[in-house]
């Protein structure tokens, strides 16, 4: 159980604010209670997922335009196309319509319904492209967005996978956020590799602050020992219909940064993510709560006083047609998982795991 707080905060403490723009950045750190019981260290959740547009990608989504403004990328061009997995094309399609450029987005088959419908909201182009066929395909979306640019000079490509605003965003806003919050105190920050943009920026802000920090990135599927062969820039192949990270070992994934990597199964993960859900409340996406799985598997051989911090990218409410909802659990191989958390007729273990304080049958 975890305590409720006695009253509403403060309202002398909110905010007023002159643009949603305003609203990115600044997430709560929020700590984790039940699965930690016992466990020597702390383990914070970086609640990036609370930034407006929804996800961690509203700080690159914000700094790239502003960045592409200052240096004059974006001069001459009315239009701003984005190739990635949905959270960054809702974030720049949000910095670029507040700026005043419409957006292009190459969206892959399996792009949630949530985000396309968020998107046509937002009122950009929808251009169907693909991340799971090689870099050279007619079909890829790197291609297809190149195309644009070629075909239309007043298309701008942003680049998340190689722009330096990207990992320059973390550097000059999570990493100092997360610094204050946990007043210097961190030990191990956790966080999932898309285009390595968090893990870089944030990490190399915070390891420049105190070197001794443990910068872990955590990903799906990975090859074996990609780590100790360093073959970080090789492509990896993910399951398909999967809600994935990006196809490719990015450019902007800075290696000097990376003190550690974690790989673990999706079926692990979804399951570990009604126990989250359970036992903490906390509703999160599955990248999201794998780094929250690893930060806690840290903590159980962690030192007494270190503090862990899980950056959390996006929210569960992304993936109620994916992997929270039961009908898509068992069409992937999911049944048993289905079965456990969302069937009460065949589930003895789900209902009652808030109530279990025994952090190591919890993790
Ligand atoms: C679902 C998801 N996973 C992981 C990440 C980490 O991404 P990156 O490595 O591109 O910074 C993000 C970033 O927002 C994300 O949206």
New binding site residues.
Partial sequence: MTALPPAFPDPSAAGVYDSVLQLIGNTPLVRLNVLTADLPATVYVKLDHLNIGG???DR?GLHIVRRAIESGALEGHDRIIETG?G??SVSLALAGLLAGYASTVIAKPDLSPQKLALLRALGADIVPGRLDVPKDDPEHAWVIAEEHERDDPRTWWSR?QSIES?PEA?YLSTGPEIWAQTGGRITHFV?????????SGTGRFLREQNPDIEVVGTSFDLPEKPWAENHLNQTFHRRPGYEQ??RDW?D?IDLETLTRLEAREKGEIIDFAFRLARAEGLLL?P??VLSVKIALELAVAARPGDVIVAFS??HARDYTSAEYDGPWLREHGFAEIADRWLDPASADAGNDAGADTDAATLI
């Fill in positions: 996800s961690s990608k690159i997995q959270n960054t998340q990207n973390h966080t999932a590799i898309a285009t390595g943009g968090t893990v990270l990006e990015a902007n996406g990248s999201s990218a996006d």
